[in-house]
């Protein structure tokens, strides 16, 4: 009998380790799927959803998984991807978006629900967070970005884009009559373009570029709003465990440690770093490509652009009453000439021409909003959203302000 019970014994024993076995790696099994995945649609042109087609978009699975990634002691760099869709799907739940259907291809109509709440929830942090600054400004500049959009999908159908080229073919040729091709060629490369393909602009090149935009302003929200997200819920300790798994630089945690700081230096220092990334690091390849799509059609196109841009941070001039043109020379007769248009001599899709902009406007007067004028800078930013937006629509007025500045070109003779 004995030996019969030491054999159950041990076959009790051995059953209880296989199925301990087996059930340690049953729990381990899922969160193996899910380390050293590559952010291979961090660019949102990659497909809809977030950073890699095999996470969940649950945020309520994802912190599941997190946790057990977390307790199995691997290095944040292996579930790097896992944390940072985290932190994009609780943010896209707090925003009231669909993560997993987000995509920018989808066109204007089908994500008009999606920039609104993409920037509401800007301006929420802003509102309720004084030192979120880049969130508050991004929010407010949205509503441009937003208004214009909506105007180019708005061309796609019933505008007729086109008939902005015999304006711009008419200021190069006044140009070329009265000061002759020296000073034609000193013209902004993007009138020249709008001058020599306008007319040939077509709704699908307009629905090129408008998914092109939608695409980046997904990449901004996903790279920069996981982050805002991170420091409202967890603090720096959350955003240090990002920074440990590679997701952002050093210098990028130290902007914002300097935000969190509260001092107006540290605040103002760190939110233009976060908006230096933004331009020059998330979108700065993506606007340089659609500068380029087609030769003269990208750039008629983001002159176009930049050329309707409309403020809505209160102090900031227009685009193109920032750097007008203003070009000096000789004219045919000899004499040193200069022609005044005004127009843009720059373009927004260039990253130095904008970040000049950006640092010259937008930083320190969107500060100065914050630190004296916060009053009515809530108001402005308390108003609903589609309103924000509607109010926005730059290109109504485009045909008419290149009308206007033909009619005031004006040649000065020294």
Do not use: C
Request: charged fraction near 20%; glycine fraction near 8%.
């Amino acid at each position: 009998m004995r030996p019969l019970l030491r054999k159950l014994a041990v076959g009790l024993l051995v059953a209880t380790a296989t199925a301990t076995t087996a059930t340690a790696t049953a729990s381990a099994a899922p969160i193996d799927r899910y380390l050293d995945l590559p952010l291979i649609n961090r660019d949102a042109g990659h497909g809809p959803g977030g950073v890699n087609p095999v996470l969940p978009t649950d945020p309520v699975k994802l912190r599941a998984l997190l946790g057990q990634a977390r307790a199995s002691g691997v290095a944040p760099t292996r579930y790097q991807a896992l944390l940072w869709q985290y932190w994009l799907a609780d943010t896209t739940t707090a925003a009231g978006i669909n993560l997993a259907s987000w995509n920018p291809r989808d066109g204007v109509s089908a994500n008009r629900a999606n920039l609104v709440k993409s920037y509401r929830f800007y301006e929420n942090l802003q509102l309720s967070h004084r030192e979120l600054q880049w969130a508050g400004m991004g929010g407010l500049v949205g509503a441009d970005f937003g208004g214009g959009l909506l105007d180019f999908e708005l061309a796609t159908n019933v505008y007729d884009f086109t008939r902005l080229a015999p304006v711009a073919n008419a200021i190069v040729a006044q140009t070329n009559q009265v000061l002759g091709p020296v000073f034609v060629d000193k013209l902004p490369r993007g009138l020249r373009a709008l001058a020599r393909v306008g007319a040939k602009i077509t709704p699908a090149d307009l629905r090129k570029i408008q998914g092109d935009i939608l695409i980046m302003q997904k990449n901004i929200f996903s790279d920069l709003m996981p982050m805002h997200r991170a420091y409202v819920v967890g603090g720096l300790p959350a955003l240090a465990e990002m920074n440990r798994a590679g997701l952002f630089s050093d210098e990028i945690m130290a902007a914002w440690t300097a935000i969190a700081s509260k001092s107006p230096d540290g605040i103002a220092a760190g939110n233009a770093r976060l908006l230096r990334r933004e331009q020059g690091e998330v979108i700065k390849k993506q606007w340089d490509a659609t500068r380029a799509y087609k030769g003269d059609v990208g750039y008629a196109m983001t002159y176009a652009s930049t050329a309707a841009g409309s403020p809505s941070v209160a102090g900031v001039v227009a685009p193109r009453s920032f750097r007008p043109i203003t070009i000096s020379g000789i004219a045919p007769n000899g004499r040193p000439a200069e022609l005044a248009v005004p127009l843009p001599s720059w373009n927004w899709s260039v990253y130095p021409d904008r970040w000049a902009y950006i640092t010259d406007q937008l930083l320190p007067k969107y500060r100065d909003q914050v630190e004296h004028r916060w009053p009515q800078l809530r108001a402005t930013l308390l108003i609903p959203y589609d309103q924000q937006i509607e109010s926005h629509r730059p290109m109504w007025n485009l045909l008419p302000m290149m009308q206007s500045a033909l009619q005031t070109l004006k040649v000065t003779y020294k």
